[in-house]
């Protein structure tokens, strides 16, 4: 892995940085790599105060090159300066570095990266699209749990079916593994987390006009978006909101089942699938027990508590009964939760 790799990695995600660090050299650099080029796209559909349209033109340039379909130089200073957090800046600003990374890459592995942020920055598109003109005025959902659970696939459920072509290429290439449930759980696995996010940050997206969380789902429920998270619909919204928060359970569930069927001696990439997961779980029983006006808030895990769930995974590796016993999963949640996956 490149030193201007380990920087940008550094300084844009503390959490990740330590994921990749755990993970076997052979690894890092196609990983990494992706990593960086997805917070660039996301850093370029994150910048609201930047029209849309100049967005989107943003985003299919930088696809272009990352799929090697064009060579014209990008210049994104101005978006660079827009910038609230110095490490988004300097994402942006360093992107022809980031680029000049990928023909280091062997050809599978760089046919890799480029499948994997080719779908990436489709659901980016995809999503600045569909909530175009959305606000705290004007609220835009999802139409239906087949639409959710598409964008979580785009953004994050094809990245576990990556992570896994790249580990099983490099690291365990000849053992006997059942592929299918492999990669199968992989994907639940991404889209878990990514609906942890969705769960967790559910104020914020409204405050932005975006809802995530199905309207037909919602009418049934008597909910609408603008409300959502007012006290008086509690009663209704909870049972509604601990029916994702079960989904995403169950999609974690498949994602322990994936991280624990992956060669024994294979304990860094078992890390750093674990850590993840069980930050995951955490956050879904802070949620479950958060009211409303929490929600409103804000829910997180703590430094404090990353770093123990990071430490006791690492002291229990070598017992497996209770390394098993970290992740306990909520029956209901894995009964309920794949109707909608």
Not at 91 to 112: F, G, N, T, Y
Request: glycine share 6%; hydrophobic share 45%.
């Amino acid at each position: 892995m490149s030193k201007l790799q380990k920087e940008l990695l550094k300084a844009t995600s503390r959490s990740f940085y330590l994921t990749l660090r755990v993970l076997p050299a052979r690894v890092r650099p196609q990983i990494g790599l992706a990593y960086l080029l997805a917070r660039t796209t996301d850093t370029i559909a994150d910048t609201e105060i930047v029209p849309l349209a100049q967005r989107l033109d943003a985003l299919q340039q930088l696809c272009q090159r990352i799929l090697g379909k064009s060579t014209a130089p990008l210049d994104f200073g101005g978006l660079a300066e827009q910038q609230a957090l110095p490490a988004e800046r300097l994402l942006l600003e360093k992107v022809e570095a980031s680029l000049a990374l990928l023909p280091k890459l062997s050809p599978a592995d760089l046919q890799r990266v480029r499948s994997v942020l080719e779908v990436i920055t489709g659901g980016q598109q995809l999503d600045l699209e569909r909530f175009a003109g959305a606000s705290a005025q004007n609220i835009i959902a999802l139409k239906s749990a087949i639409e959710l659970d598409d964008y979580t696939y785009r953004v994050a459920g094809w990245v576990g079916e990556f992570w896994t072509q790249v580990c099983r290429a490099h690291l365990f290439p000849r053992a006997e593994l059942e592929d299918a449930q492999l990669f199968g759980d992989s994907i639940r696995f991404g889209k878990g987390l990514q609906l942890v996010n969705i769960l967790r940050d559910l104020s914020a997206d409204l405050r932005k006009g975006r809802c995530y969380l199905p309207s037909l789902e919602l009418d049934q429920a008597g909910l609408m978006p603008s409300v959502l998270l007012s006290p008086v619909n509690e009663s209704r919204f909870r049972p509604f909101y601990h029916h994702y928060l079960d989904l995403a359970e169950a999609h974690l569930q498949a994602g322990w089942n994936y991280t624990n069927s992956l060669p024994r001696g294979q304990f860094r990439v078992r890390l750093a699938c674990a850590w993840p997961i069980l930050i995951g779980v955490r956050t879904i029983k802070r949620l479950r027990a958060a009211d409303v006006l929490e929600l409103r808030q804000g829910v997180k895990i703590s430094r404090g508590g990353v770093r123990g769930i990071l430490l006791r995974s690492v002291l229990l590796y070598p017992l497996q009964t209770a390394w098993q016993k970290q992740f306990v999963a909520n029956p209901k949640a894995v009964a309920s939760g794949p109707k909608l996956g």
